[in-house]
DNA sequence: ACCGTTTCGATGCGCTTGCATCGGATCGTA
DNA sequence: TACGATCCGATGCAAGCGCATCGAAACGGT
Protein backbone atom coordinates (compact mmCIF):
# COMPACT_ATOMS: atom_id res chain seq x y z
CA UNK A 1 0.00 0.00 0.00
CA UNK A 2 1.30 3.58 -0.83
CA UNK A 3 1.66 6.26 1.82
CA UNK A 4 -1.67 7.91 3.41
CA UNK A 5 -2.43 10.97 4.15
CA UNK A 6 -4.99 12.77 6.45
CA UNK A 7 -8.14 13.15 3.80
CA UNK A 8 -10.49 14.40 5.97
CA UNK A 9 -8.11 16.41 7.86
CA UNK A 10 -7.40 17.94 4.42
CA UNK A 11 -11.05 18.65 3.78
CA UNK A 12 -11.13 20.29 6.94
CA UNK A 13 -8.33 22.40 5.62
CA UNK A 14 -9.32 22.82 2.45
CA UNK A 15 -13.08 23.79 3.31
CA UNK A 16 -11.78 26.90 6.31
CA UNK A 17 -9.91 28.25 3.12
CA UNK A 18 -12.81 27.95 1.01
CA UNK A 19 -15.01 29.49 4.27
CA UNK A 20 -12.49 32.70 4.06
CA UNK A 21 -12.47 33.49 0.97
CA UNK A 22 -16.42 33.13 0.54
CA UNK A 23 -16.41 35.61 3.39
CA UNK A 24 -14.21 37.83 1.21
CA UNK A 25 -15.22 38.18 -2.01
CA UNK A 26 -18.69 36.07 -2.04
CA UNK A 27 -19.53 32.74 -3.81
CA UNK A 28 -17.84 33.33 -6.82
CA UNK A 29 -14.56 34.51 -6.03
CA UNK A 30 -13.97 30.84 -4.47
CA UNK A 31 -12.28 29.50 -7.39
CA UNK A 32 -10.69 25.95 -7.17
CA UNK A 33 -6.66 27.45 -7.85
CA UNK A 34 -7.55 30.03 -5.25
CA UNK A 35 -8.84 27.48 -2.52
CA UNK A 36 -5.69 25.86 -3.17
CA UNK A 37 -3.57 28.46 -2.78
CA UNK A 38 -5.22 29.40 0.50
CA UNK A 39 -5.61 26.11 1.70
CA UNK A 40 -1.42 25.67 0.82
CA UNK A 41 -1.92 22.96 -1.39
CA UNK A 42 -1.54 21.81 -4.65
CA UNK A 43 -4.83 22.16 -7.08
CA UNK A 44 -4.91 18.25 -7.31
CA UNK A 45 -5.50 17.95 -3.73
CA UNK A 46 -8.47 19.57 -3.57
CA UNK A 47 -9.42 17.97 -6.86
CA UNK A 48 -8.76 14.66 -5.24
CA UNK A 49 -10.63 15.64 -1.95
CA UNK A 50 -13.26 16.44 -3.85
CA UNK A 51 -15.11 15.13 -6.30
CA UNK A 52 -16.73 18.31 -7.87
CA UNK A 53 -16.53 22.17 -6.62
CA UNK A 54 -20.45 21.40 -6.40
CA UNK A 55 -19.72 18.91 -3.74
CA UNK A 56 -17.11 21.09 -2.05
CA UNK A 57 -19.49 23.60 -1.60
CA UNK A 58 -22.17 22.18 0.00
CA UNK A 59 -19.36 20.37 1.96
CA UNK A 60 -18.46 24.07 3.52
CA UNK A 61 -22.45 25.13 3.90
CA UNK A 62 -22.28 21.79 6.14
CA UNK A 63 -19.32 22.18 8.03
CA UNK A 64 -20.26 26.04 8.34
CA UNK A 65 -24.04 24.95 9.84
CA UNK A 66 -22.10 22.21 11.78
CA UNK A 67 -19.62 25.22 13.59
CA UNK A 68 -23.02 27.69 14.50
CA UNK A 69 -24.70 24.34 16.18
CA UNK A 70 -21.54 24.20 18.03
CA UNK A 71 -21.20 27.52 19.34
CA UNK A 72 -24.60 27.73 20.25
CA UNK A 73 -24.79 24.48 21.83
CA UNK A 74 -22.04 25.60 23.68
CA UNK A 75 -23.56 29.08 24.39
CA UNK A 76 -26.29 27.51 26.02
CA UNK A 77 -24.22 25.17 28.22
CA UNK A 78 -22.32 27.95 29.54
CA UNK A 79 -25.22 30.37 30.23
CA UNK A 80 -26.32 31.55 33.88
CA UNK A 81 -29.17 29.33 33.90
CA UNK A 82 -28.98 26.59 31.45
CA UNK A 83 -32.25 25.25 31.96
CA UNK A 84 -34.75 27.91 31.66
CA UNK A 85 -36.04 27.54 27.96
CA UNK A 86 -35.74 31.69 27.63
CA UNK A 87 -32.57 31.33 28.37
CA UNK A 88 -31.63 28.89 25.70
CA UNK A 89 -33.83 30.91 23.66
CA UNK A 90 -31.89 33.76 23.95
CA UNK A 91 -28.34 32.22 23.27
CA UNK A 92 -29.86 30.08 20.19
CA UNK A 93 -30.63 32.95 18.50
CA UNK A 94 -28.21 35.38 19.51
CA UNK A 95 -25.60 32.47 18.54
CA UNK A 96 -26.52 33.49 14.80
CA UNK A 97 -26.08 36.89 14.90
CA UNK A 98 -22.78 38.12 14.28
CA UNK A 99 -21.48 39.95 17.37
CA UNK A 100 -17.53 39.34 16.60
CA UNK A 101 -15.30 39.06 13.32
CA UNK A 102 -15.43 35.22 12.68
CA UNK A 103 -19.21 35.04 13.00
CA UNK A 104 -19.50 38.41 10.95
CA UNK A 105 -17.57 36.22 8.47
CA UNK A 106 -20.41 33.39 8.73
CA UNK A 107 -23.16 35.85 7.96
CA UNK A 108 -21.51 36.62 4.94
CA UNK A 109 -21.00 33.33 3.82
CA UNK A 110 -25.02 32.46 4.90
CA UNK A 111 -26.27 35.53 3.17
CA UNK A 112 -23.59 34.10 0.03
CA UNK A 113 -25.62 30.29 -0.08
CA UNK A 114 -28.65 32.23 0.52
CA UNK A 115 -28.63 34.03 -2.66
CA UNK A 116 -27.31 31.15 -4.39
CA UNK A 117 -30.25 28.93 -2.87
CA UNK A 118 -32.62 31.56 -4.67
CA UNK A 119 -31.85 30.45 -7.87
CA UNK A 120 -29.94 26.54 -7.27
CA UNK A 121 -33.57 24.07 -5.70
CA UNK A 122 -30.34 21.86 -4.96
CA UNK A 123 -28.47 24.30 -2.87
CA UNK A 124 -32.12 25.24 -1.38
CA UNK A 125 -33.10 22.04 -0.27
CA UNK A 126 -29.68 21.68 1.74
CA UNK A 127 -30.69 25.38 3.56
CA UNK A 128 -34.35 24.35 3.77
CA UNK A 129 -33.50 21.38 5.76
CA UNK A 130 -30.89 23.12 8.06
CA UNK A 131 -33.47 26.08 8.65
CA UNK A 132 -36.48 23.48 9.49
CA UNK A 133 -34.05 21.61 11.69
CA UNK A 134 -33.54 25.31 13.64
CA UNK A 135 -37.47 26.14 13.56
CA UNK A 136 -38.28 23.03 15.30
CA UNK A 137 -35.77 23.81 18.29
CA UNK A 138 -36.76 27.50 18.29
CA UNK A 139 -40.26 26.31 18.12
CA UNK A 140 -39.44 23.69 21.36
CA UNK A 141 -38.23 26.20 23.11
CA UNK A 142 -40.55 28.75 22.64
CA UNK A 143 -43.48 26.20 23.69
CA UNK A 144 -41.17 24.67 26.70
CA UNK A 145 -41.10 28.41 27.54
CA UNK A 146 -44.99 29.18 27.00
CA UNK A 147 -45.38 25.93 29.63
CA UNK A 148 -43.46 26.64 32.21
CA UNK A 149 -45.44 30.57 32.11
CA UNK A 150 -42.31 32.40 30.63
CA UNK A 151 -44.24 33.67 27.85
CA UNK A 152 -47.77 34.59 27.30
CA UNK A 153 -50.17 31.72 26.53
CA UNK A 154 -51.46 33.22 23.31
CA UNK A 155 -48.22 32.84 21.43
CA UNK A 156 -48.20 30.18 18.63
CA UNK A 157 -44.89 28.35 18.90
CA UNK A 158 -44.59 27.50 15.29
CA UNK A 159 -45.65 30.81 14.12
CA UNK A 160 -43.26 32.32 16.93
CA UNK A 161 -40.72 30.59 15.70
CA UNK A 162 -40.38 31.31 12.15
CA UNK A 163 -41.12 34.78 12.90
CA UNK A 164 -37.97 35.20 15.30
CA UNK A 165 -36.19 33.37 12.75
CA UNK A 166 -37.09 35.91 10.21
CA UNK A 167 -36.33 38.57 12.52
CA UNK A 168 -32.99 36.59 13.26
CA UNK A 169 -31.99 36.75 9.32
CA UNK A 170 -32.82 40.27 8.56
CA UNK A 171 -30.75 41.45 11.41
CA UNK A 172 -28.00 39.77 9.66
CA UNK A 173 -28.38 41.48 6.47
CA UNK A 174 -28.48 44.90 7.93
CA UNK A 175 -25.75 44.34 9.93
CA UNK A 176 -24.00 42.99 6.95
CA UNK A 177 -25.19 46.29 5.31
CA UNK A 178 -23.51 48.45 8.14
CA UNK A 179 -27.15 49.62 9.15
CA UNK A 180 -26.92 48.05 12.62
CA UNK A 181 -24.14 47.68 15.33
CA UNK A 182 -23.76 43.71 16.41
CA UNK A 183 -25.00 45.41 19.36
CA UNK A 184 -28.09 47.28 18.31
CA UNK A 185 -28.91 43.94 16.61
CA UNK A 186 -28.50 42.10 19.82
CA UNK A 187 -30.76 44.99 21.93
CA UNK A 188 -33.44 44.35 19.07
CA UNK A 189 -33.69 40.87 19.18
CA UNK A 190 -33.75 40.90 23.30
CA UNK A 191 -36.62 43.65 22.70
CA UNK A 192 -38.53 41.24 21.08
CA UNK A 193 -38.33 38.48 23.24
CA UNK A 194 -38.85 40.77 26.12
CA UNK A 195 -42.03 41.12 24.33
CA UNK A 196 -43.22 37.63 24.45
CA UNK A 197 -42.49 37.61 28.19
CA UNK A 198 -45.82 36.76 30.41
CA UNK A 199 -46.46 40.29 32.23
CA UNK B 1 -26.40 63.85 -38.21
CA UNK B 2 -26.73 60.25 -38.57
CA UNK B 3 -29.71 58.78 -37.43
CA UNK B 4 -30.58 58.68 -33.72
CA UNK B 5 -32.23 55.62 -31.35
CA UNK B 6 -33.66 55.79 -28.32
CA UNK B 7 -30.85 55.22 -25.84
CA UNK B 8 -33.02 55.85 -22.63
CA UNK B 9 -35.61 53.12 -24.14
CA UNK B 10 -33.07 50.68 -25.09
CA UNK B 11 -31.41 51.61 -21.64
CA UNK B 12 -34.35 50.09 -19.50
CA UNK B 13 -35.26 47.45 -22.03
CA UNK B 14 -31.64 46.07 -21.75
CA UNK B 15 -32.32 46.40 -17.65
CA UNK B 16 -35.21 44.48 -17.52
CA UNK B 17 -33.22 41.72 -19.44
CA UNK B 18 -31.03 41.68 -17.11
CA UNK B 19 -33.42 41.80 -14.16
CA UNK B 20 -35.20 38.54 -15.47
CA UNK B 21 -31.58 36.69 -15.96
CA UNK B 22 -30.69 37.64 -12.06
CA UNK B 23 -33.86 36.27 -11.07
CA UNK B 24 -33.44 33.33 -12.47
CA UNK B 25 -29.67 32.23 -12.33
CA UNK B 26 -28.40 35.06 -10.11
CA UNK B 27 -26.17 37.80 -10.36
CA UNK B 28 -22.95 35.75 -12.32
CA UNK B 29 -25.69 34.39 -14.65
CA UNK B 30 -26.36 37.53 -16.20
CA UNK B 31 -23.90 37.87 -18.93
CA UNK B 32 -23.24 40.61 -21.20
CA UNK B 33 -24.03 38.17 -24.30
CA UNK B 34 -27.39 36.91 -22.35
CA UNK B 35 -28.28 40.54 -21.29
CA UNK B 36 -27.94 41.03 -25.31
CA UNK B 37 -30.04 37.89 -26.34
CA UNK B 38 -32.32 38.42 -23.79
CA UNK B 39 -33.16 41.79 -24.83
CA UNK B 40 -32.99 41.54 -28.50
CA UNK B 41 -30.11 43.37 -29.17
CA UNK B 42 -26.54 42.94 -30.41
CA UNK B 43 -24.04 42.59 -27.72
CA UNK B 44 -22.35 46.05 -29.05
CA UNK B 45 -25.46 48.25 -28.07
CA UNK B 46 -24.97 46.52 -24.40
CA UNK B 47 -21.31 48.37 -24.65
CA UNK B 48 -22.84 51.61 -25.80
CA UNK B 49 -25.08 52.17 -23.48
CA UNK B 50 -23.49 50.86 -20.57
CA UNK B 51 -20.32 51.69 -20.21
CA UNK B 52 -19.37 48.71 -17.92
CA UNK B 53 -21.08 45.63 -16.63
CA UNK B 54 -20.69 47.25 -13.24
CA UNK B 55 -22.47 50.24 -14.65
CA UNK B 56 -25.39 48.15 -15.88
CA UNK B 57 -25.78 46.35 -12.58
CA UNK B 58 -26.01 49.34 -11.18
CA UNK B 59 -28.80 50.83 -13.45
CA UNK B 60 -30.55 47.69 -12.79
CA UNK B 61 -30.60 47.77 -8.89
CA UNK B 62 -31.65 51.37 -9.09
CA UNK B 63 -34.61 50.82 -11.98
CA UNK B 64 -35.49 47.89 -9.20
CA UNK B 65 -35.79 50.06 -6.46
CA UNK B 66 -38.19 52.60 -8.42
CA UNK B 67 -40.26 49.80 -9.31
CA UNK B 68 -40.84 48.77 -5.48
CA UNK B 69 -40.82 52.15 -4.83
CA UNK B 70 -43.75 53.14 -7.36
CA UNK B 71 -45.53 50.06 -6.47
CA UNK B 72 -45.39 50.85 -2.60
CA UNK B 73 -46.73 54.56 -3.46
CA UNK B 74 -49.76 52.62 -5.40
CA UNK B 75 -50.77 49.91 -3.11
CA UNK B 76 -51.67 53.09 -0.29
CA UNK B 77 -52.65 55.43 -2.98
CA UNK B 78 -55.45 52.51 -4.18
CA UNK B 79 -55.85 51.41 -0.36
CA UNK B 80 -59.46 51.93 1.13
CA UNK B 81 -57.95 54.37 3.94
CA UNK B 82 -55.21 56.20 2.34
CA UNK B 83 -54.84 58.68 5.49
CA UNK B 84 -54.43 56.30 8.32
CA UNK B 85 -50.66 56.05 8.98
CA UNK B 86 -51.07 52.04 10.11
CA UNK B 87 -53.00 51.81 6.17
CA UNK B 88 -49.81 53.45 4.62
CA UNK B 89 -47.26 51.35 7.01
CA UNK B 90 -49.08 48.12 6.36
CA UNK B 91 -49.39 48.79 2.68
CA UNK B 92 -45.40 49.62 2.49
CA UNK B 93 -44.12 46.83 4.30
CA UNK B 94 -46.53 44.60 1.96
CA UNK B 95 -44.99 46.29 -0.77
CA UNK B 96 -41.77 44.82 -0.05
CA UNK B 97 -42.36 40.90 0.57
CA UNK B 98 -43.38 39.43 -2.73
CA UNK B 99 -47.00 37.79 -2.79
CA UNK B 100 -46.89 36.79 -6.36
CA UNK B 101 -45.01 36.13 -8.93
CA UNK B 102 -43.50 39.20 -10.11
CA UNK B 103 -42.47 40.55 -6.98
CA UNK B 104 -41.14 37.00 -6.07
CA UNK B 105 -38.78 37.47 -9.22
CA UNK B 106 -37.79 41.20 -7.73
CA UNK B 107 -36.90 39.49 -4.31
CA UNK B 108 -34.44 36.98 -5.62
CA UNK B 109 -32.85 39.99 -7.15
CA UNK B 110 -33.16 42.16 -3.90
CA UNK B 111 -30.81 38.83 -2.65
CA UNK B 112 -28.83 38.65 -5.45
CA UNK B 113 -27.55 42.45 -5.08
CA UNK B 114 -27.78 42.15 -1.01
CA UNK B 115 -25.13 39.27 -1.05
CA UNK B 116 -22.82 40.95 -3.43
CA UNK B 117 -23.10 44.03 -0.99
CA UNK B 118 -22.40 42.10 2.02
CA UNK B 119 -18.37 41.35 0.17
CA UNK B 120 -18.63 45.16 -2.05
CA UNK B 121 -18.57 47.84 -0.31
CA UNK B 122 -19.01 49.99 -3.43
CA UNK B 123 -22.63 47.89 -3.60
CA UNK B 124 -22.84 48.44 0.11
CA UNK B 125 -23.14 51.76 -0.19
CA UNK B 126 -26.47 52.20 -2.70
CA UNK B 127 -28.01 49.46 -1.12
CA UNK B 128 -27.42 51.10 2.39
CA UNK B 129 -28.85 54.70 0.92
CA UNK B 130 -32.03 52.54 -0.16
CA UNK B 131 -32.49 51.05 3.10
CA UNK B 132 -31.66 54.34 4.98
CA UNK B 133 -34.91 56.28 3.03
CA UNK B 134 -37.11 53.18 3.65
CA UNK B 135 -36.33 53.26 7.63
CA UNK B 136 -36.87 57.13 7.47
CA UNK B 137 -40.39 56.29 5.81
CA UNK B 138 -41.33 53.76 7.90
CA UNK B 139 -40.32 55.50 10.81
CA UNK B 140 -42.24 58.66 9.88
CA UNK B 141 -44.81 56.18 9.40
CA UNK B 142 -44.58 54.60 12.54
CA UNK B 143 -44.03 57.59 14.67
CA UNK B 144 -47.75 59.29 12.79
CA UNK B 145 -49.65 56.07 14.03
CA UNK B 146 -47.87 56.21 17.68
CA UNK B 147 -48.86 59.96 18.16
CA UNK B 148 -52.28 59.50 16.39
CA UNK B 149 -53.09 56.93 19.29
CA UNK B 150 -52.94 53.76 16.56
CA UNK B 151 -49.89 51.75 18.26
CA UNK B 152 -48.93 51.88 21.76
CA UNK B 153 -47.22 55.09 23.03
CA UNK B 154 -44.02 53.11 24.24
CA UNK B 155 -42.46 52.18 20.73
CA UNK B 156 -39.64 54.08 19.45
CA UNK B 157 -40.44 54.70 15.85
CA UNK B 158 -36.57 54.70 14.54
CA UNK B 159 -35.80 51.12 16.21
CA UNK B 160 -39.51 49.57 15.63
CA UNK B 161 -38.99 50.81 11.95
CA UNK B 162 -35.53 48.92 11.69
CA UNK B 163 -36.67 45.97 13.44
CA UNK B 164 -40.09 45.55 10.61
CA UNK B 165 -37.89 45.93 8.22
CA UNK B 166 -35.26 43.37 9.22
CA UNK B 167 -38.61 41.31 9.63
CA UNK B 168 -39.95 42.09 6.30
CA UNK B 169 -36.16 41.14 5.24
CA UNK B 170 -35.90 38.26 6.62
CA UNK B 171 -39.45 36.77 5.57
CA UNK B 172 -38.18 37.46 2.34
CA UNK B 173 -35.42 35.07 2.60
CA UNK B 174 -37.74 32.30 4.06
CA UNK B 175 -40.23 32.76 1.18
CA UNK B 176 -37.43 32.05 -1.39
CA UNK B 177 -36.60 29.21 0.55
CA UNK B 178 -40.08 27.86 -0.19
CA UNK B 179 -40.56 28.09 3.78
CA UNK B 180 -43.58 30.31 3.75
CA UNK B 181 -45.77 30.48 1.63
CA UNK B 182 -46.94 34.21 0.52
CA UNK B 183 -50.00 34.38 2.60
CA UNK B 184 -47.92 33.24 5.72
CA UNK B 185 -45.48 36.07 5.20
CA UNK B 186 -48.38 38.45 5.13
CA UNK B 187 -50.02 36.59 8.05
CA UNK B 188 -46.60 36.95 9.90
CA UNK B 189 -46.23 40.37 9.16
CA UNK B 190 -49.95 41.46 9.93
CA UNK B 191 -49.69 39.85 13.09
CA UNK B 192 -46.62 41.98 13.87
CA UNK B 193 -48.04 45.42 13.00
CA UNK B 194 -51.04 44.00 15.49
CA UNK B 195 -48.64 43.33 18.24
CA UNK B 196 -48.17 47.50 18.04
CA UNK B 197 -51.75 48.61 18.22
CA UNK B 198 -52.70 50.39 21.10
CA UNK B 199 -55.38 48.52 23.29
C1' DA C 1 16.64 -5.31 -4.12
C1' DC C 2 13.27 -4.83 -7.33
C1' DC C 3 8.92 -3.75 -9.26
C1' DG C 4 3.85 -2.96 -9.54
C1' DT C 5 0.49 -0.12 -7.61
C1' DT C 6 -1.21 3.95 -6.04
C1' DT C 7 -1.20 8.87 -5.03
C1' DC C 8 0.97 13.20 -5.71
C1' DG C 9 1.55 17.99 -7.95
C1' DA C 10 1.69 20.18 -12.39
C1' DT C 11 0.26 21.08 -16.90
C1' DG C 12 -3.11 21.12 -20.83
C1' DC C 13 -7.66 21.77 -22.81
C1' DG C 14 -12.07 23.51 -24.07
C1' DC C 15 -15.01 27.02 -22.83
C1' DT C 16 -16.81 31.40 -21.22
C1' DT C 17 -16.17 35.95 -19.67
C1' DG C 18 -15.77 41.29 -20.17
C1' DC C 19 -13.94 44.44 -23.12
C1' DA C 20 -11.60 46.40 -27.49
C1' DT C 21 -11.69 46.78 -32.29
C1' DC C 22 -13.25 47.06 -37.10
C1' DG C 23 -15.69 47.02 -41.54
C1' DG C 24 -20.13 48.29 -43.25
C1' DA C 25 -24.63 50.53 -43.04
C1' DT C 26 -26.99 55.13 -42.43
C1' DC C 27 -28.16 59.83 -42.85
C1' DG C 28 -27.45 65.03 -43.30
C1' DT C 29 -25.25 68.14 -46.58
C1' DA C 30 -23.70 70.39 -50.71
C1' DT D 1 -26.03 62.32 -56.32
C1' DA D 2 -21.78 61.94 -54.18
C1' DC D 3 -19.50 62.52 -49.89
C1' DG D 4 -18.01 62.36 -45.13
C1' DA D 5 -19.03 61.94 -40.49
C1' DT D 6 -21.24 58.94 -37.34
C1' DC D 7 -23.13 54.97 -35.22
C1' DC D 8 -24.25 50.03 -35.44
C1' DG D 9 -23.50 44.99 -34.92
C1' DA D 10 -20.15 41.36 -35.39
C1' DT D 11 -15.74 39.56 -34.49
C1' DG D 12 -11.18 39.28 -31.99
C1' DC D 13 -8.59 38.93 -27.80
C1' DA D 14 -6.46 38.09 -23.39
C1' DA D 15 -7.64 36.18 -19.05
C1' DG D 16 -9.74 33.05 -15.99
C1' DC D 17 -12.62 29.14 -15.12
C1' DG D 18 -13.55 23.86 -13.96
C1' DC D 19 -11.99 19.61 -15.13
C1' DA D 20 -9.03 15.89 -17.42
C1' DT D 21 -4.66 14.10 -17.93
C1' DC D 22 0.18 12.85 -17.18
C1' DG D 23 4.89 11.89 -15.63
C1' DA D 24 7.23 11.42 -11.23
C1' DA D 25 7.65 10.07 -6.60
C1' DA D 26 6.56 7.05 -2.79
C1' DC D 27 5.45 2.99 -0.62
C1' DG D 28 4.61 -2.57 0.27
C1' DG D 29 4.95 -7.34 -1.36
C1' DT D 30 8.04 -10.96 -3.00
Known amino acids: MPRQVD ?53 VLEHMNQRVTDRIEEGIAASADPGSAMTMLEHTLAGIVPLDGPSTAEARVWLAFAAQAAVDPRSAGLQRRQYDRLAELVALLVRTARDSGDVRSDVDPEREADALIALTDGLNVQLLFGRFTPEAAREALRHRLHALRAD
Do not use: N, P, W, Y
Request: with cysteine; hydrophobic share 45%; charged share 30%.
Open 7 to 59: HEGRRLRIARAVFDLVAERGLEGATLRDAAARAGVSMGAVQRCFSTKEEMMAF
